[in-house]
C-alpha cells in the first residue's frame, strides 16, 4: 500500500493568516493526489484533484500544488470556515489510501 | 445534483455481519463512468478505503479487509450494498458510500452522510 503521511498532524492559526499542509506519498504518485476537507459530523468534501485543480465551487484561496511524492495545501486568508480537518488521499494505485488527517484550529 | 444516502441497522453484535445500504439519487450506479465506493472512519480517527464496484466490471477491496466484505449493487433499486462479515468492536466506525470517477487520478466527488455503525453485544 502507498502511504500517505501529511504534517503536521495539528496547526493553528488565525483568521487572516496563510497556511500551509504538507503530504507526502511513500512512493510516486505522479499528480494523482486529492484533498479533503472535513468538519466535524460531516462527510469529507473535495477540494483540489490532481494535486492542483479546484473543485467546481471551492473559494480561490484555496490552491494546491506537487508531483511524484511531495504536495501542499495551501489556504490563503483564513476564514472562520476553513478551521476543519483536511486529507489528502492518493489515488495512484489500490488501495486508495488517505493521510492522517491535519486538524486546523482556531489561535 | 448526485446525491448518495447510507441506510441499515446502527448497531451489529460482535461475530455478526454488518450490512449497510447507498441509495443513490441524481445519477446511475449503471452508468460505465464511476466506481461506488465504501469509506470508514472510526471516532476521531482517519478515513479508511474499503471497496470499490464498477457495476460492469469489477469490485476491488481493500486487502486488509477482503476476506469479510463483499460490495454488490442494485440496479433496478440505483442501490449499491457492503457486507462485512465477522465483525468486532474494531468495525465500529461512521460508514460512508462516495462515488469515485472511472478515470486515472480519479475523485471521490460525492459523499453520503454517513451513518454510525456500532458493534457491540
Known amino acids: 500500500d502507498i502511504q500517505m503521511t501529511q504534517s503536521p498532524s495539528s496547526l493553528s492559526a488565525s483568521i487572516g493568516d496563510r497556511v500551509t499542509i504538507t503530504c507526502r506519498a511513500s512512493?510516486?504518485?505522479?499528480?494523482?493526489l486529492t484533498w479533503y476537507q472535513q468538519k466535524p459530523r460531516k462527510a469529507p468534501e473535495i477540494l483540489i484533484y490532481t494535486a492542483s485543480s479546484l473543485q467546481s465551487g471551492v473559494p480561490s484561496r484555496f490552491s494546491g500544488s506537487g508531483s511524484g511524492t511531495d504536495f501542499t495545501l495551501t489556504i490563503s486568508n483564513l476564514q472562520p470556515e476553513d478551521f476543519a480537518t483536511y486529507y489528502c488521499q492518493q489515488s495512484h494505485s489500490l488501495p486508495r489510501t488517505f493521510g492522517q488527517g491535519t486538524k486546523l484550529e482556531i489561535k | 445534483q448526485v446525491q448518495l444516502q447510507e441506510s441499515g441497522p446502527g448497531l451489529v453484535k460482535p461475530s455478526e455481519t454488518l450490512s449497510l445500504t447507498c441509495t443513490v439519487s441524481g445519477g446511475s450506479i449503471s452508468s460505465g463512468n464511476y466506481f461506488w465506493t465504501w469509506i470508514r472512519q472510526p471516532a476521531g480517527k482517519g478515513l479508511e478505503w474499503i471497496g470499490r464496484l464498477h457495476i460492469r466490471e469489477r469490485t476491488d477491496y481493500n486487502p486488509s479487509l477482503k476476506s469479510r466484505v463483499t460490495i454488490s449493487g442494485d440496479t433496478s433499486k440505483n442501490q449499491f450494498s457492503l457486507k462485512l462479515s465477522s465483525v468486532t468492536a474494531a468495525d465500529t466506525a461512521v460508514y460512508y458510500c462516495?462515488?469515485?470517477?472511472?478515470?486515472?487520478?480519479?475523485?471521490?466527488?460525492?459523499w453520503g452522510q454517513g451513518t454510525l455503525v456500532t458493534v457491540s453485544s
Open positions: 512512493q510516486s504518485i505522479s499528480d494523482y
Open positions: 462516495a462515488r469515485d470517477g472511472y478515470h486515472s487520478g480519479s475523485y471521490l466527488d460525492y
